[in-house]
């Protein structure tokens, strides 16, 4: 038993390390656009805490979802990120899991490079929206007679960058439409949709994504507009934004370490095409010569010579095969 488990404690080790390897190999190569997309989240912070400086308490708006749905209050408040939290720790594992199992079907960096660039263009929309009109927040903080419903003007710059993290991103108000807890949710269970392995496992993420979506709205952390908004530009966003990445290969049929090139890839298909076509003359001339149909003897008699063979048997049968005249 010591052994089995000293045994299988030395293949878990050596595959860790050969993955670690392949996957440092990427992050040297693609480094800058995973950076980019982890700075464009400080950029996006940034921005719903300017927002905030903007923000004005009113009366809330008519909302269907308000009606339809019971108001949960403050102390259930952290019902819903409870679910977020779930929903996000349970993708970020997942993305690691080629390090440990054998079902390999992507390279972590490459999965997160897809996943940063589906963020940032949805987050880029988000501020584009919220800033073009403020509306007053339903949540309990930005509502009339809070002191955190508008923040006084900052003392200097560093006050703003600093974006007061984690409070500030906790308790912020403005940046409504449309809800950033639905972009990670919604590009998570996308790309776990095309990419994971588990049938199962896909209906309950997109359960919880529905369930997710029901509980804001029942915190009143946002309108009914915020998340439906989010259902439908997420997922066209992440729709166009895959189409115009290049895709990832497919680990599971056994492929190299590291994914080839687009270059390497297309030499390798002509090689093939090259291959397959010169296969294919030689295989249609041996099935003419079993027929008994015609083959040209001096491109015949020039094959067998450069293949080696005798061609003085050759040079000999093929007058003697000729016609007499007797």
């Known amino acids: 038993m010591t052994m089995y488990i000293a045994r299988e404690g030395t293949k878990l080790w050596r595959r860790v390390c050969a993955e670690t390897t392949a996957e440092l190999q990427l992050l040297l190569d693609k480094w800058q656009l995973l950076l980019a997309g982890l700075v464009f989240q400080y950029i996006h912070g940034l921005a719903a805490r300017g927002v905030h400086y903007l923000h004005r308490p009113g009366p809330l708006l008519q909302d269907l979802g308000f009606m339809a749905l019971p108001e949960l209050g403050q102390e259930k408040g952290y019902l819903s990120e409870s679910v977020f939290t779930f929903i996000f720790i349970s993708f970020l594992l997942w993305s690691f899991h080629p390090f440990i199992y054998h079902s390999k079907r992507f390279y972590t960096v490459l999965l997160w490079r897809r996943v940063l660039a589906f963020l940032v263009a949805s987050q880029f929309l988000r501020i ?40 500030g991103v906790l308790f912020g108000c403005g940046d409504l439409i449309f809800s950033s807890h639905m972009i990670f949710t919604l590009v998570f269970v996308g790309t776990y949709n095309k990419y994971g392995s588990n049938r199962l496992i896909k209906l309950l993420a997109w359960l919880m994504a529905i369930i997710q979506s029901l509980l804001i709205i029942a915190s009143r952390k946002h309108y009914t507009v915020d998340v439906v908004v989010a259902w439908y530009t997420v997922n066209l966003v992440v729709f166009f934004v895959d189409k115009k990445l290049p895709e990832m290969p497919d680990r ?75």
């Not at 002509?270 to 149909?293: I, Q, V």
Request: proline share 8%; with cysteine; hydrophobic share 30%.
């Open 128 to 167: 584009m929206t919220f800033y073009s009109t403020q509306l007053p927040g339903p949540n309990y903080h930005c509502r009339e007679g809070s002191k955190l419903a508008t923040l006084p003007p900052p003392n200097n710059a560093l006050e703003v960058l600093l974006i007061n993290f984690p409070h």
């Open 252 to 326: 599971t049929n056994g492929l190299s370490l590291l994914p080839v090139n687009a270059k390497d890839k297309d030499g390798r298909m002509k090689e093939e095409l090259h291959k397959l076509e010169k296969d294919g003359r030689m295989m249609d001339e041996f099935h003419k010569l079993l027929n008994g149909n015609t083959v040209d003897a001096t491109d015949w008699r020039q094959r067998v010579q450069m293949n080696g063979k005798h061609g003085e048997d050759m040079n000999h049968t093929v007058p003697d095969a000729a016609p007499t005249g007797t």
